[in-house]
């Protein structure tokens, strides 16, 4: 009986993750919310079964994704069916919100790296390389006109700045591809986790954002990351440069996230609105010196738990 029960929730899970494919490949505006929902089948069965039978269910819909698209629509199957599982794994494990979201990270991660690998080694295809190549081109075609209306120094200037910033998204795509996969697993939970009350399945809630506390090792990586580029100085464009770079982005950007969780600790604190505090995040992103004092609020929180020294003087 529980077997029959099994194969025909594994069923209907299995028909609802081929519509949201359809929809997702041959419906262009709405597909890309849809994509989101992809995973939300593997959550609910991996979340209730164990992983033996979770992994039968992520290769029937690896055939079934080949059925009802094409070749190209198995890299999508994969990446949110493996992230799915894996996020109802640790779901049916008890584990926290924190440590789903960063266990579908790094699977999201881990599968855009062999997406992107593949495509380059067996088809000879660099989309990232292709689209900066586009951009280069269309600048160079800009700065033809630009001459005819500006001086000629100005528009030298700004080509140098334009090359120096694809440089740097080239040098910047695994701290792009961290980020997006951050992201796009964290609105993954946020679509699903709503849904799988209504299927019984309860995961634990998430902190208060101001309650959010990142690991105290993280600054002595940032310490260790700025040293090494300070007393190294790497040539630019060996591995050693694109690594410290790479390191030093993403730091940075915990160092924010760090900064913004002490913003609203201490603002809830204060019995400051919350208002303020998201206006705030909101202008830092817009004018970006902003940024850089949070991130070094959140060093010096990292560095002397200013919130331990507030509760204490409480």
Known sequence: MINVKRLTEGAVLLAVFAVLLLITLYVPLLGMIITFFIGVPFILFAAKNDGKITLVFVIASLFLSLIVGSIMSVPLALAYGTTGAVMGYFIR????????????????LLNLIIIYTASIVLFKIDMIGEMIDMMQESMNTSAELLKNFGSA??????MNQFKEGLKLVKTLIPTLFVIASFFIVFIIQLVSFPMLKRFGIQAEKWKS????????????????????S????PEEGTYLFAAI?????????????????????????KGISKAIAI?????????????????????IDLGFDL????????
Do not use: H
Request: hydrophobic residues 55%; proline residues 2%.
């Open 153 to 158: 120094e100005e528009t030298e200037r700004a």
């Open 209 to 228: 954002f101001k309650d959010i506390r990142l690991p105290k090792s993280l600054l002595w990586y940032f310490l260790g990351i700025l040293l090494v």
């Open 93 to 108: 494990l008890n584990k926290s919100r924190f440590t789903i979201l960063l266990s579908g990270t790094f699977v999201f």
């Open 245 to 269: 770079v790479n390191l030093t982005y993403i730091l940075q950007f915990l160092m924010v996230l760090q900064g913004l969780t002490f913003l609203f600790y201490y603002f809830d604190k």
């Open 307 to 314: 919130r331990k020294g507030y509760d204490r003087k409480k």
């Open 279 to 299: 206006t705030i995040v909101i202008v830092s992103f817009i004018i970006p010196i902003f940024l850089y004092i949070i991130g070094i609020l959140g060093i």
């Open 230 to 233: 300070m007393f190294a100085n």
